[in-house]
T-cell receptor, first 113, second 110 residues
Framework: NAGVTQTPKFRILKIGQSMTLQCTQD?????MYWYRQDPGMGLKLIYY???????DKGEVPNGYNVSRSTTEDFPLRLELAAPSQTSVYFC????????????FGQGTRLTVV | QKEVEQNSGPLSVPEGAIASLNCTYS??????FFWYRQYSGKSPELIMF????GDKEDGRFTAQLNKASQYVSLLIRDSQPSDSATYLC??????????FGRGTSLIVHP
């Protein structure tokens, strides 16, 4: 059981470039999230999805886009990368009950230069 | 806006001592509370969760919840150097979407 798989693990982008962070889960979870984590800070919610075809903005959505065409996949798109997007990105999925935990991917360390 | 507050630390305790980590939250509608551990360069992993007032024990870990004071804590007994990590508090309400605190860095020194 792979859980949440996130790729790539590391990436360096030049300012203005675009990229997609891939995330897939095999636990049949309806809820999926994208967080970013800056040094010394907690997890900030970028976008979330409560099911295939349904996405919504979180706390820090500017500069990002998402889609959810299947239950398994929840890619995050960065358009026109900026240095402020240098961060560690985590994808997570959740069974969407009060007592269920979020399962995290291994993270993507992104540097924009 | 829902807020979850944690002291960023670092909290330094000697090996064998009790480490006490604290978390407060702003949304009175919050219903379940989670503690995650995150080692440097790794992703968060669940330690335990609690949703009823009082204490919940799991091995060396005890979570304490006081909804009236909007306060949740994590006690780690017999702290070990391997417990050195950042501990993230997370809170869920009716939306089922967890809100995370900034985390407390714990250092257990031999």
């Amino acid at each position: 059981n792979a859980g949440v798989t996130q790729t790539p693990k590391f990436r360096i982008l030049k300012i203005g470039q675009s990229m997609t962070l891939q995330c897939t889960q095999d636990m049949n979870h309806n809820y999926m999230y994208w967080y970013r984590q800056d040094p010394g800070m907690g997890l900030k919610l970028i976008y979330y999805s409560v099911g295939a075809g349904i996405t919504d903005k979180g706390e820090v959505p500017n500069g990002y886009n998402v889609s959810r065409s299947t239950t398994e996949d929840f890619p995050l798109r960065l358009e026109l990368a900026a240095p402020s997007q240098t961060s560690v990105y985590f994808c997570a999925s959740d069974g969407a009950r009060l007592g269920t935990e979020a399962f995290f991917g291994q993270g993507t360390r992104l540097t924009v230069v | 806006q829902k807020e979850v507050e944690q002291n960023s630390g670092p909290l330094s305790v000697p090996e064998g001592a009790i480490a006490s980590l604290n978390c407060t939250y702003s949304d009175r509608g919050s219903q379940s509370f989670f503690w995650y551990r995150q080692y440097s360069g790794k992703s968060p992993e669940l330690i335990m969760f609690i949703y009823s007032n009082g204490d919940k024990e799991d091995g060396r870990f005890t979570a304490q919840l006081n909804k009236a004071s909007q306060y949740v804590s994590l006690l780690i007994r017999d702290s070990q150097p391997s417990d050195s990590a950042t501990y993230l508090c997370a809170v869920k309400g009716g939306s089922y979407i967890p809100t995370f605190g900034r985390g407390t860095s714990l250092i257990v020194h031999p």
